[in-house]
């Protein structure tokens, strides 16, 4: 037989690196893929099934799948080829071709959960006419089937697969296969090698469907779950799954059978047929009440993303009908919301306790083994075995010599009154095959242990639950990410810069992440000027992101450089169809002069400011000029100048604070109004009112809570009045430095700054010394400021700017700017209309 030759007979493996040790590498086998729909009928027959039932497709498609299958029912029941408890070799029952009545069943009546079956065919007679010897039979063969219901809007009922156990024997061993289990290879709850692999190839499978009708058949296949065949470490022949208490319930219903059979004085053996049909009804039922509870579990967990809430809910799922005490534990990094951890854990690994749920008396655990506490776990543990295996571990009942070595982990309590007698089972939490964290599952001593059954039960919620949380983790991780990099993006702003106060918020989206291109930003500007930008990239997510903060540096950039407002927008606009077609932005760019109290703004699609006046608490949307979205091209924009007053205040903000999709943006502009009129103890106090008072005006229209991310900015106006001022006008003349130094102390005496006239004056001297050297004829301009700090402006007609320079023990020059990097808390250089201007700053005493 050919083996994964076909491309619509994938191979399965079997238990692969899941085997014990010494396990046999079974390979890969083809299986026969058999598609039945509503009607019953075969709507898809793979090559592997032409091979494995001798039905051609042609023959198959559009027949009855229940004439084409070997599920006569009319066949001796296969377990009773195979009673539970004997354990006897295949080859000594009487042969019989069969799939089993979970099969036939299926196809009779449906079948609302997976099975699975075993049973021996005889093969379809190939061609030739050579006469057979006396006694020739056909040969038969051994063959595994599972079964899986489908559900949904295609015409699809059944999917059935078949392999050919022989596939399974190594030729160069007579013992048969030593492996614990096999299952299809698509079932991703296995750990077989491969697994993902088919999955993703089911489509090619069956190749007469579409990609979406296959990617449903394989969806429903992975949330069944997967039917197990149990492979016997001794015997040749698979059994079927031990489901642990149906067949203890089967033993005892015998048992009952055989007394009243007694009883009534009639043999036992006249029961036998009800007997098995009984025995297989209490089996279904323990499969069907293993995947309602597992269903149920899948259904209480993963509501929420928050990871906190998701540990919650894994523990609280499985106390108490599968546990009297869940404890969870998860490594540090997945606490932390760090990277995914890499590495297998070692004795090094600390592990955090993250949530304990149980059916004691309350409080009874809370001091012995809190949660929040972190630890490591010592080799020669349950817990050191599961969480580097990453399989569970199950100890029937923890012994007083095992209490001892466990308990001796925490410190000062003693844990042993609480564990020992206990049934404990250790399942790991992966995810990607990397352990995430484990949960230790105790039942009491009165209940029973836990047996291999509840491994498989056990390991199934753990892998269910391992994603719930890989998921929580993940998004917790990316919105940690998301934050960061937002926070890394919108600038640090100071609440007070030159003649005024500033308070922003930033509100990060609910649609899609919280990363979005909303940004604000202020620059401090030359003649104690302060320039401020809001605004906002269209779109939302680490592409808005990231142009918002390509768009934001130029900004800063050509802030610096001084551009007139319109200026800045016209360089921007060009910047952005350089950078490509899909950069469109809006933005609101405004110059405060303190000085001249006036407002210098220019607009590029953005929403307008709102000014609130301070004499009379009324407040205006400014009537700008709208302008084209940055990124448009092609279309002036145009600035204009208001006049402001002490006190007044300026609100920007971007759209997403006032629009809101079915409602028009005219009734957030207004509440926007009203809002920041409303009078506020401090700034923080005044952008809290706006935001609250906008969510409130749209929930009460319908509108839901916000969606979009929101940029907030305001800045209370004081300005700096003309005693923080002083001036001079200085000629050409080297001997003015030394006037500049005498104006200079004079002017800081009357302020009460005598403290800095002595550094005042030296780099005074310094930049005044400069400026006439290299003026060409304008008188040079001095001037001081007063204001969060002392500031210090020279100007003159000169358009280069200087630099520092190194000078060298025997130069003349180069000297004075160092001089004033050294002592100055801020300086700097900027072009002019007219040439240049230099500045430095100097802290006010107390400040």
Same mark, same amino acid.
């Given at each position: 037989?050919?083996?994964?030759?076909?491309?619509?007979?994938?191979?399965?493996?079997?238990?692969?690196?899941?085997?014990?040790?010494?396990?046999?590498?079974?390979?890969?086998?083809?299986?026969?893929?058999?598609?039945?729909?509503?009607?019953?009928?075969?709507?898809?027959?793979?090559?592997?099934?032409?091979?494995?039932?001798?039905?051609?497709?042609?023959?198959?498609?559009?027949?009855?799948?229940?004439?084409?299958?070997?599920?006569?029912?009319?066949?001796?029941?296969?377990?009773?080829?195979?009673?539970?408890?004997?354990?006897?070799?295949?080859?000594?029952?009487?042969?019989?071709?069969?799939?089993?009545?979970?099969?036939?069943?299926?196809?009779?009546?449906?079948?609302?959960?997976?099975?699975?079956?075993?049973?021996?065919?005889?093969?379809?007679?190939?061609?030739?006419?050579?006469?057979?010897?006396?006694?020739?039979?056909?040969?038969?063969?051994?063959?595994?089937?599972?079964?899986?219901?489908?559900?949904?809007?295609?015409?699809?009922?059944?999917?059935?697969?078949?392999?050919?156990?022989?596939?399974?024997?190594?030729?160069?061993?007579?013992?048969?296969?030593?492996?614990?289990?096999?299952?299809?290879?698509?079932?991703?709850?296995?750990?077989?090698?491969?697994?993902?692999?088919?999955?993703?190839?089911?489509?090619?499978?069956?190749?007469?469907?579409?990609?979406?009708?296959?990617?449903?058949?394989?969806?429903?296949?992975?949330?069944?779950?997967?039917?197990?065949?149990?492979?016997?470490?001794?015997?040749?022949?698979?059994?079927?799954?031990?489901?642990?208490?149906?067949?203890?319930?089967?033993?005892?219903?015998?048992?009952?059978?055989?007394?009243?059979?007694?009883?009534?004085?009639?043999?036992?053996?006249?029961?036998?047929?009800?007997?098995?049909?009984?025995?297989?009804?209490?089996?279904?039922?323990?499969?069907?009440?293993?995947?309602?509870?597992?269903?149920?579990?899948?259904?209480?967990?993963?509501?929420?993303?928050?990871?906190?809430?998701?540990?919650?809910?894994?523990?609280?799922?499985?106390?108490?009908?599968?546990?009297?005490?869940?404890?969870?534990?998860?490594?540090?990094?997945?606490?932390?919301?760090?990277?995914?951890?890499?590495?297998?854990?070692?004795?090094?690994?600390?592990?955090?306790?993250?949530?304990?749920?149980?059916?004691?008396?309350?409080?009874?655990?809370?001091?012995?083994?809190?949660?929040?506490?972190?630890?490591?776990?010592?080799?020669?543990?349950?817990?050191?075995?599961?969480?580097?295996?990453?399989?569970?571990?199950?100890?029937?009942?923890?012994?007083?010599?095992?209490?001892?070595?466990?308990?001796?982990?925490?410190?000062?309590?003693?844990?042993?009154?609480?564990?020992?007698?206990?049934?404990?089972?250790?399942?790991?939490?992966?995810?990607?095959?990397?352990?995430?964290?484990?949960?230790?599952?105790?039942?009491?001593?009165?209940?029973?242990?836990?047996?291999?059954?509840?491994?498989?039960?056990?390991?199934?919620?753990?892998?269910?639950?391992?994603?719930?949380?890989?998921?929580?983790?993940?998004?917790?991780?990316?919105?940690?990410?998301?934050?960061?990099?937002?926070?890394?993006?919108?600038?640090?702003?100071?609440?007070?810069?030159?003649?005024?106060?500033?308070?922003?918020?930033?509100?990060?989206?609910?649609?899609?992440?919280?990363?979005?291109?909303?940004?604000?930003?202020?620059?401090?500007?030359?003649?104690?000027?302060?320039?401020?930008?809001?605004?906002?990239?269209?779109?939302?997510?680490?592409?808005?992101?990231?142009?918002?903060?390509?768009?934001?540096?130029?900004?800063?950039?050509?802030?610096?450089?001084?551009?007139?407002?319109?200026?800045?927008?016209?360089?921007?606009?060009?910047?952005?169809?350089?950078?490509?077609?899909?950069?469109?932005?809006?933005?609101?760019?405004?110059?405060?002069?303190?000085?001249?109290?006036?407002?210098?703004?220019?607009?590029?699609?953005?929403?307008?400011?709102?000014?609130?006046?301070?004499?009379?608490?009324?407040?205006? $949307?400014?009537? *700008?000029?709208?302008? /084209?979205?940055?990124? #448009?091209?092609? !279309?002036?924009?145009? =600035? +204009? &100048?208001?006049?402001?007053?002490?006190?007044?205040?300026?609100?920007?903000?971007?759209?997403?604070?006032?629009?809101?999709?079915?409602?028009?943006?005219?009734?957030?502009?207004?509440?926007?109004?009203?809002?920041?009129?409303?009078?506020?103890?401090?700034?923080?106090?005044?952008?809290?009112?706006?935001?609250?008072?906008?969510?409130?005006?749209?929930?009460?229209?319908?509108?839901?809570?916000?969606?979009?991310?929101?940029?907030?900015?305001?800045?209370?106006?004081?300005?700096?009045?003309?005693?923080?001022?002083?001036?001079?006008?200085?000629?050409?003349?080297?001997?003015?430095?030394?006037?500049?130094?005498?104006?200079?102390?004079?002017?800081?005496?009357?302020?009460? $700054?005598?403290? *800095?006239?002595?550094? /005042?004056?030296?780099? #005074?001297?310094? !930049?005044?010394?400069? =400026? +006439? &050297?290299?003026?060409?004829?304008?008188?040079?301009?001095?001037?001081?400021?007063?204001?969060?700090?002392?500031?210090?402006?020279?100007?003159?007609?000169?358009?280069?700017?200087?630099?520092?320079?190194?000078?060298?023990?025997?130069?003349?020059?180069?000297?004075?700017?160092?001089?004033?990097?050294?002592?100055?808390?801020?300086?700097?250089?900027?072009?002019?209309?007219?040439?240049?201007?230099?500045?430095?700053?100097?802290?006010?005493?107390?400040?």
């Amino acid at each position: 037989m050919d083996r994964g030759t076909e491309r619509d007979t994938p191979p399965s493996r079997g238990a692969g690196s899941g085997a014990p040790p010494g396990a046999a590498d079974t390979g890969r086998i083809p299986l026969a893929v058999v598609v039945v729909d509503r009607a019953g009928l075969v709507s898809h027959w793979s090559s592997g099934a032409r091979r494995l039932f001798g039905v051609s497709r042609e023959e198959a498609i559009g027949e009855p799948a229940i004439d084409l299958l070997p599920v006569s029912g009319a066949l001796p029941d296969i377990d009773d080829h195979l009673p539970y408890d004997d354990h006897l070799p295949y080859d000594d029952h009487a042969p019989y071709d069969d799939l089993g009545p979970g099969l036939g069943n299926s196809l009779d009546r449906g079948l609302g959960y997976p099975a699975a079956g075993r049973a021996r065919l005889t093969l379809p007679e190939q061609g030739g006419t050579e006469p057979r010897p006396a006694g020739w039979e056909r040969p038969r063969v051994d063959v595994l089937w599972w079964a899986y219901p489908l559900v949904g809007p295609g015409s699809e009922r059944l999917l059935v697969l078949a392999a050919d156990a022989e596939g399974l024997h190594r030729p160069d061993r007579d013992d048969g296969p030593r492996v614990e289990r096999i299952a299809p290879g698509f079932a991703l709850h296995t750990d077989f090698p491969g697994a993902e692999d088919l999955a993703r190839r089911l489509p090619d499978i069956l190749p007469s469907m579409s990609v979406e009708e296959s990617a449903r058949i394989v969806s429903q296949v992975l949330e069944l779950g997967y039917p197990i065949l149990e492979f016997s470490q001794n015997d040749r022949v698979p059994v079927t799954p031990d489901w642990g208490v149906a067949r203890r319930v089967e033993r005892r219903a015998r048992r009952e059978r055989a007394a009243r059979a007694a009883a009534a004085g009639r043999s036992a053996p006249e029961d036998e047929g009800d007997e098995g049909n009984e025995g297989e009804d209490l089996e279904h039922a323990a499969v069907r009440e293993r995947l309602e509870f597992l269903n149920e579990v899948s259904g209480r967990i993963g509501t929420s993303l928050d990871l906190s809430r998701t540990i919650g809910e894994v523990s609280r799922a499985v106390v108490p009908r599968f546990t009297d005490v869940a404890c969870t534990y998860l490594r540090e990094q997945v606490v932390a919301g760090e990277g995914f951890p890499e590495g297998v854990p070692d004795t090094r690994t600390m592990w955090h306790r993250v949530a304990l749920e149980h059916t004691d008396e309350p409080g009874r655990w809370d001091d012995v083994v809190p949660v929040g506490e972190a630890m490591p776990f010592p080799e020669h543990t349950p817990f050191f075995q599961c969480m580097t295996s990453g399989e569970p571990v199950l100890v029937p009942r923890i012994s007083e010599q095992l209490g001892h070595a466990v308990a001796s982990q925490f410190d000062k309590r003693d844990l042993r009154p609480l564990i020992t007698g206990r049934s404990m089972l250790v399942v790991p939490l992966k995810a990607r095959h990397v352990v995430l964290g484990f949960m230790v599952l105790l039942r009491h001593p009165e209940r029973a242990e836990f047996n291999d059954m509840d491994r498989v039960t056990g390991a199934e919620l753990a892998a269910r639950a391992g994603l719930v949380l890989d998921n929580a983790r993940m998004y917790t991780y990316q919105e940690s990410v998301a934050e960061t990099l937002q926070d890394s993006m919108l600038p640090h702003i100071p609440p007070r810069m030159a003649g005024c106060d500033i308070a922003t918020r930033y509100l990060p989206g609910t649609l899609l992440g919280r990363v979005g291109g909303d940004w604000f930003d202020s620059v401090k500007l030359p003649g104690a000027r302060t320039a401020l930008v809001v605004g906002d990239v269209m779109g939302h997510g680490l592409h808005s992101a990231a142009r918002m903060g390509q768009l934001r540096t130029a900004v800063q950039t050509m802030a610096a450089l001084d551009l007139p407002p319109a200026q800045l927008l016209r360089n921007l606009d060009d910047l952005a169809q350089r950078l490509g077609d899909t950069y469109l932005a809006t933005c609101l760019y405004a110059v405060y002069d303190p000085i001249a109290s006036e407002l210098h703004l220019a607009n590029a699609g953005h929403v307008p400011p709102v000014l609130v006046r301070a004499d009379d608490g009324r407040s205006e $949307l400014l009537d *700008l000029p709208t302008g /084209a979205p940055i990124g #448009v091209g092609g !279309v002036p924009f145009e =600035a +204009v &100048r208001v006049r402001v007053a002490p006190g007044d205040r300026l609100v920007m903000c971007t759209d997403g604070l006032v629009e809101m999709r079915g409602e028009d943006i005219a009734v957030g502009l207004a509440a926007l109004c009203e809002s920041a009129a409303h009078p506020a103890a401090s700034m923080d106090d005044a952008c809290d009112t706006i935001v609250r008072a906008l969510a409130d005006t749209f929930s009460k229209a319908g509108r839901g809570s916000r969606k979009d991310d929101v940029a907030l900015l305001m800045a209370r106006l004081h300005g700096i009045g003309p005693g923080d001022v002083a001036e001079w006008t200085l000629p050409l003349d080297p001997a003015q430095a030394g006037r500049a130094r005498a104006a200079v102390r004079e002017q800081l005496h009357d302020w009460r $700054l005598a403290q *800095l006239a002595d550094p /005042a004056e030296l780099l #005074v001297s310094e !930049v005044v010394t400069n =400026a +006439v &050297r290299h003026a060409h004829g304008r008188p040079v301009t001095l001037r001081l400021v007063r204001g969060e700090t002392l500031l210090c402006e020279v100007d003159d007609d000169d358009h280069e700017l200087p630099t520092l320079l190194s000078a060298g023990p025997d130069d003349e020059s180069g000297r004075g700017l160092r001089v004033v990097s050294t002592l100055a808390r801020e300086w700097g250089t900027s072009r002019t209309a007219a040439g240049k201007s230099v500045w430095f700053e100097l802290a006010l005493p107390g400040r």
